[in-house]
């Protein structure tokens, strides 16, 4: 696994391709009092890119043309949690978005089990460990905590390749492309406080 920590924001000129895996880490889950504090990304080749940001004023320009390229693909898992987060710190909208937590659930009504934890077991046969998810990401970072971070996108790409193909047989691919449309609203709706399902009686 290659983990390359950066200070900030991206390196200037990095090419990451055209589909890459994005996750952020948090203080907690409330968005106005615990910080964004670092985003990781994957190429799917084994690599990790972690910017540890600048909670001072978040300036990451490079991080922000990237996520806001319409051009390349970013695969998330519960991407509303994080595209929350990066519009509230980073003070920008993402642009075509993947979810394998949304994927999953269209495709595995076999399972009401849809953590990436369980994915990456069922699909890459791997037992990642958790332990560091409810850890300090605001400080310093040891090796076990850039290694959590690694895992929760290295294997998004194979993943969503996965889930995808359940999609098609099943004829969900539809579906699917509606809910991550409409994905971009939820998290407006969230940053707007409406937490319960619109939708109900």
């Known amino acids: 696994m290659n983990i390359k920590l950066h200070k900030s924001d991206l390196p200037d000129d990095l090419d990451l391709g055209n589909l890459i895996a994005v996750d952020g880490e948090f203080m907690g889950l409330n968005i106005r009092r615990d910080p964004l504090c670092l985003i990781q990304i ?5 690599d990790a890119h972690i910017i540890q940001l600048n909670r001072n004023d978040y300036k990451a320009p490079n991080l922000v043309k990237l996520l806001n390229d319409e051009k390349i693909a970013k695969i998330f898992h519960y991407g509303r949690a994080d595209l929350a987060f990066i519009k509230y710190y980073l003070k ?47 400080g310093e970072l040891t090796q076990a905590q850039l290694k959590y971070c690694a895992n929760d996108v290295i294997y998004l790409h194979k993943i969503h390749d996965e889930l995808n193909k359940i999609l098609v047989r099943e004829k969900r691919i539809d579906l699917y492309k509606q809910c991550l449309k409409f994905l971009k609203t939820r998290v407006e709706l969230d940053l707007a406080f409406f937490k319960d399902d619109i939708w109900a009686h």
Not at 42 to 46: A, E, F, I, V
Not at 106 to 134: A, G, P
Request: charged share 25%; net charge neutral.
């Open 92 to 138: 920008t909208d993402t642009n075509n978005i993947l979810d394998t937590k949304i994927a999953s659930k269209l495709s595995r009504s076999y399972s009401d089990n849809h953590s990436l934890k369980t994915l990456i077991k069922e699909f890459i046969n791997v037992d990642i460990s958790k332990q560091f998810q409810n850890s300090d990401f605001g």
């Open 42 to 46: 994957s190429t799917g080749n084994s």
